[in-house]
């Protein structure tokens, strides 16, 4: 059951520049997350922002998060060649016993 | 640092045989789970556990079973492998603020 939509699918910029992925989900959630992936790694858990938070920064990486539209995003600034990767968002539901339902997942590439 | 350990990050079975695939967790977590991972499908839940002999099917449990005798460790069976189960694996504990995963195990069955 994929909860977690991300777009766009790949974004290709030059270092230096702002990028932003998009997620949108279905249900009620508790929270939602973003993840990185470096390829062929584990995933790598970048930020968690609240249902009752709107938005929330952590280093060059802002989120926010509209649960009227069921929307997230991720805002990457002043971007560099090592931010290459792939970007997950997860959701938990509100429902109890759960776990982290993923999206598939934006493909940045950052140019030099 | 929570550390979480995939035993084998590439590995090559046969089709029919039982595979193990192991993963510890060093940090006394409850909650772990295992993934797997494909291109175009994304990361999808096969199994987890919330405590020691306690396991939970996800979305994709067939062909799959798990084990979970002591905490640290979440172990991921292949009954009888296929084709089909050729993939990443991903294993993952949780924590208040989110999950720490383990390198992955890239699993080829010929």
């Known amino acids: 059951s994929q909860q977690g939509e991300e777009d766009p699918q790949a974004l290709s910029i030059q270092e230096g520049e702002n990028a932003t992925m998009n997620c949108s989900y279905k249900t009620s959630i508790n929270n939602l997350q973003w993840y990185r992936q470096n390829s062929g790694r584990g995933l790598v858990h970048l930020i968690l922002i609240r249902s009752n938070e709107r938005e929330k920064h952590s280093g060059r990486l802002r989120v926010t998060l509209d649960t009227s539209k069921k929307s997230s995003s991720l805002l990457i600034t002043a971007s560099r060649a090592a931010d290459t990767a792939s970007y997950f968002c997860?959701?938990?539901?509100?429902?109890?016993?759960?776990?982290?339902?993923f999206g598939k997942g934006t493909t940045l590439s950052v140019s030099s | 640092d929570v550390k979480v350990t995939q035993s084998s990050r590439y590995l090559v079975k046969r089709t029919g045989e039982k595979v193990f695939l192991e993963c510890v967790q060093d940090m006394d977590h409850e909650n772990m789970f295992w993934y797997r991972q494909d291109p175009g499908l994304g990361l999808r839940l096969i199994y987890f556990?919330?405590?020691?002999?306690?396991?939970e099917k996800g979305d994709i449990p067939e062909g799959y079973s798990v084990s979970r005798e002591k905490k640290e460790r979440f172990s991921l069976i292949l009954e009888s492998a296929s084709t089909n189960q050729t993939s990443m694996y991903l294993c993952?504990?949780?924590?208040?603020?989110?999950?720490?995963f383990g390198s992955g195990t890239r699993l080829t069955v010929v």
């Open positions: 993952a504990s949780s924590h208040l603020y989110g999950y720490t």
């Open positions: 997860a959701t938990e539901k509100t429902q109890a016993g759960t776990a982290l339902i």
């Open positions: 556990s919330y405590d020691v002999k306690m396991k």
